[in-house]
């Protein structure tokens, strides 16, 4: 039903509105700025060097030739696009769905799902912890990426806690039907483990539903256009509920998911689908596993990127030990390495920063964890590229 959530819409009549505004520092004012809350955190996200790089990452599959594939960038407008047209409908706040929509994924590393399960084996290992996505994507807005103030000074990016809240929230995993908002104001860096809460706000929610709406249909199409679903295209069909000779549409499958979503949400309930639309979503899911996820045809993929992140990892370690040793094997990549490094480390820094000095340069496991940092920064491209400079002579 239309508009049937906008009284727990983010808006100030909202009992939670002051802790969904809430920044750790309070941003410039310049007197004439017109945009709201939300509106500033969109706009600090679209302007950053990070949400630039997202057009060279993967999502699922590894096509940097094919301009056709999804990438981590189309995928987030995907998703912002799904969440503008439910928020919309159901009378929340558009500006909060659509911040939180463009950066849900901005944590994401080279090589899409398959470098972060690297990248997570290698923080297991020498940190103690797992990498996951959505945690590194709230830990890199609160203190990895920098805008440049009104006074040409680099700043955090001091997004909302709403904001904030839906990255770290949106793992679009959904296993029941009736996604809600939790009620507690948590400290964030309290999870521990993707899914551990609902969202802070009914907005959060939608983008994580929207999550999973946008990419199950998209990787299928990716996955006929590369040619990899040839032999599962009649259980697809049935799958679909639809004729051999009908086109396989991911705006149809976007558009029925939607619509039924929109149609079953009510405060009591949540947002809901109907028992076959969810059935159908989870067996959608399931096909995407056995036929896409798990083909083996990503499988040299996988351990081309193993190799590529692990040498660069390695390399990189060095630099902790025997500094002077690895810069003279190495000069540009570990000049490139220093000059992000100095922009967080607690020596000395160029007058500019005034960011959070995130890392004690002498101690062991920070200068790994900022490896970590650095390495999930970069584009593909960019990773391959260094990759490359280490092996050859």
């Known amino acids: 039903m239309k508009n049937i ?37 969109y706009t600090r996200i679209i302007h950053s060097l990070a949400f630039r790089r997202m057009k ?23 998703v912002e696009s799904i969440s503008d047209t439910i928020a919309n409908y159901l009378g929340l706040n558009t500006e909060l769905t659509k911040a939180i929509a463009m950066v849900h994924d901005i944590g994401h590393s080279p ?20 990498f996951w996505h959505e945690r590194n994507g709230m830990e890199i807005v609160d203190k990895i990426i920098l805008l440049e103030d009104d ?38 860096y309290k999870y521990e ?15 994580k539903i929207a999550d999973k709406i946008a990419y199950l249909g998209r990787d299928i199409q990716d996955a006929i256009t ?30 029925n998911l939607v619509y039924d979503l929109c149609e079953n949400s009510n405060e009591i309930e949540g947002l809901k689908f109907s028992d076959n639309a969810f059935e159908f979503m989870n067996k959608l899911k399931e096909y995407n596993y056995k036929y896409i996820y798990l083909d083996e045809r990503l ?4 351990d081309y990127f193993e190799l590529i992140l692990n040498t660069i990892y390695n390399t990189l370690k060095r630099y902790f030990y025997e500094k002077e040793h690895i810069k003279r094997i190495y000069p540009e990549i570990i000049k490139e ?14 007058e500019v920063y005034k960011n959070k000095v995130i890392l004690n340069i002498k101690d062991e496991k920070e200068f790994y964890q900022a490896i970590i940092y650095y390495i999930s920064g970069m584009t593909d491209n960019y990773a391959i590229d260094t990759y490359n400079k280490i092996i050859r002579y």
């Open 5 to 41: 959530l906008e009284n727990c819409a983010a808006t100030n009549k909202n009992i939670k509105w002051n802790n969904m505004i809430k920044r750790e520092n309070n941003l410039y004012f310049r007197g004439n700025d017109i945009r709201s809350d939300f509106e500033r955190d």
């Open 56 to 78: 060279h990452k993967t999502q699922v599959f590894f096509s940097p030739v094919n301009d056709h594939i999804c990438t981590r960038m189309e995928h987030i407008i995907l």
């Open 111 to 130: 090589f899409g799902h398959q470098g972060e399960k690297i990248l997570s084996k290698i923080s297991q290992k020498d940190i103690g912890r797992t």
């Open 151 to 188: 006074k040409q000074n680099l700043q955090n990016l001091n997004l909302t806690y709403s904001v904030m809240d839906g990255i770290i929230s949106h793992c679009g995993e959904i296993d029941e039907n009736g996604l809600k908002p939790r009620e507690e104001y948590i400290d964030l």
């Open 193 to 207: 483990y993707p899914n551990q809460f609902s969202p802070y706000t009914w907005e959060g929610c939608v983008v």
């Open 226 to 255: 590369l040619g990899i679903l040839n032999g599962h295209l009649k259980e697809l069909h049935d799958l679909l509920n639809i004729d051999k000779s009908d086109a396989i549409n991911n705006t149809i499958i976007i558009n």
């Open 299 to 302: 499988k040299p993929s996988t």
């Open 337 to 350: 390495f220093e000059d992000w490094l100095k922009m967080y480390w607690n020596n000395e820094r160029h």
